[in-house]
């Protein structure tokens, strides 16, 4: 196959070569498109009879996907961004010159077409040309139609090939663009504020994670590229901005997986005089909206599961999961000890031991997360796992947080926020503590942060979803490279 390749290769460029010693224009800018090829397709479904008796002309342009010659006329397809269209070109309508021309054309050349549509014996409409230009002569073959592009490996270092052959990744992508925008449109008919804060910090935080590292020459300083925008959004909220969000890029220098990219995408929104249950209505809200506009439904399939996102949705502490879903002895669930044996006779591996909540939450990503297909909210997250967020007035040791879990995995996160600002000095003075212990993720002192606080930040809700796994819910995809255009990869050797 590689030979063959190589060997085609060889052969277009020498078309290539001689083409541009004639003197032709290979790559013209000066072509006009009077319509793309689906509103010349909706025009001929609704009014076939004027279109026949008129017959007007259309300008059009795009990528040839297949040719199919016969003596002195051609079928070809062509494709833009818009879909598929047959055209016919024959010697006695574009004339000689042009005809000599379309014969040194190959698939994957872009064309510019004049003609009147007509309707095949089989009833198919095409467009017959009068006119054809070349746009835009390629050098590369495109893989074969037949076995198309398949290996992801390819695929993903190479997307633009993706979605040249592949329809439904286009169509994957197409749905993402759709679901950030009903995304945003919801946020803005809810009186929200759409912002941009920094994607360079001088403090990381916002998230207990491990932050990638750059150094800005003319301040003679390193800056960290955030690992979520929060701590700036809610500066906002401090200000005066009180609904406020942001779609965001977040990176994190963390493992790549299925679930996992070091530059992801994530929607935040801060919500004044709200609090974490508020946000759990309108997270349920939003899912609807958004599915019922992608899909015309609440109920998709993911993975072969049926899942129903109109609400309400459960709700469990995390405790309560780890009991009833995990398998867990509720007699465990404080002491130490037992649950870290509990965790070795397990199988399951525990780095960060010296933190009870850290146990906890470890135990319940392997016991419990897998088992949440139908949307549900997990509450009751402990203190030391949760440094932004605000205690619980009725069980001090836990907070006013939820995290979101569909198909088996976490979607979003989301709490009453701590606006307390000697309170918040406190534990980003224990996170301090942990990070010098070895936590790498562990959130750093940000006096800045707290000076802010001081100033008062009103009862305040915020919530950060990740995109990336919504389009793949979504879309039923399995892996978050089939849904992030250009995912990070190991390079070639």
């Not at 290769?9 to 078309?15: I, S, T």
């Not at 909540?357 to 897998?370: A, C, M, S």
């Not at 402990?382 to 198909?407: A, C, K, N, W, Y």
Request: with cysteine.
């Amino acid at each position: 196959m590689m030979e063959k390749t190589s060997e085609l290769l060889q052969k277009r460029k020498a078309k290539y070569n001689t083409l541009k010693e004639s003197n032709l224009q290979l790559f013209p800018n000066d072509f006009r498109v009077s319509h793309t090829i689906n509103e010349i397709k909706t025009l001929v479904e609704k009014t076939p009879e004027t279109l026949k008796a008129d017959s007007p002309t259309f300008t059009v342009a795009g990528r040839m996907v297949a040719i199919n010659r016969f003596g002195k006329s051609t079928f070809i397809r062509f494709r833009d961004r818009s879909g598929q269209l047959q055209a016919y070109i024959r010697k006695d309508q574009i004339g000689d010159e042009a005809y000599q021309l379309f014969k040194q054309l190959d698939i994957g050349d872009f064309v510019g077409l004049e003609g009147e549509m007509f309707q095949t014996k089989t009833g198919e409409w095409t467009l017959l040309a009068k006119d054809l230009r070349l746009l835009c002569k390629t050098i590369r073959p495109l893989p074969e139609k037949f076995h198309g592009l398949k290996d992801p490996e390819k695929r993903y270092r190479q997307r633009y090939l993706d979605l040249i052959m592949n329809a439904d990744v286009r169509r994957l992508f197409i749905q993402r663009s759709r679901i950030i925008q009903e995304i945003r449109n919801f946020f803005l008919k809810h009186d929200f504020l759409e912002v941009e804060t920094p994607m360079m910090q001088p403090i990381p935080g916002g998230a207990e994670a491990e932050p990638f590292v750059t150094h800005h020459n003319a301040l003679g300083m390193d800056l960290y590229l955030r690992i979520a925008p929060e701590l700036y959004l809610k500066r906002l909220v401090i200000g005066g901005l009180e609904r406020v969000f942001e779609i965001n890029r977040s990176f994190r220098n963390e493992g790549i997986s299925t679930q996992h990219n070091p530059e992801f995408t994530m929607l935040e929104f801060y919500q004044a005089y709200a609090t974490f249950t508020d946000l759990m209505d309108l997270t349920e809200h939003l899912f609807s909206k958004v599915a019922q506009a992608i899909s015309g439904s609440t109920t998709i399939s993911y993975q072969g599961d049926t899942i129903e996102l109109a609400g309400p949705w459960r709700r469990l502490t995390l405790k309560k999961a780890l009991v009833d879903i995990g398998g867990l002895e509720s007699a465990l669930l404080n002491d130490k000890d037992a649950l870290l044996k509990f965790a070795a006779q397990s199988g399951i591996q525990i780095t960060k031991t010296g933190r009870l909540g850290k146990i906890i939450t470890k135990l319940f990503d392997n016991l419990v997360e897998p088992k949440l297909i139908q949307p549900t909210f997990i509450t009751g997250y402990p203190v030391e796992v949760s440094p932004l967020s605000r205690r619980s007035e009725q069980e001090p040791e836990i907070t006013d947080r939820f995290e979101l879990f569909i198909g088996g995995r976490e979607i979003a996160n989301g709490f009453s926020e701590l606006n307390d600002p000697v309170d918040q000095q406190e534990r980003f003075s224990r996170q301090v503590e942990s990070r010098a212990a070895g936590d790498q993720g562990a959130h750093l002192m940000d006096n800045d942060y707290i000076e802010a606080l001081e100033y008062g930040l009103p009862p305040t809700a915020g919530e950060g979803i990740g995109i990336d796994r919504l389009v793949m819910l979504l879309t039923d995809a399995d892996s978050i490279r089939e849904v992030i255009l250009f995912p990070h990869m190991k390079p070639r050797d």
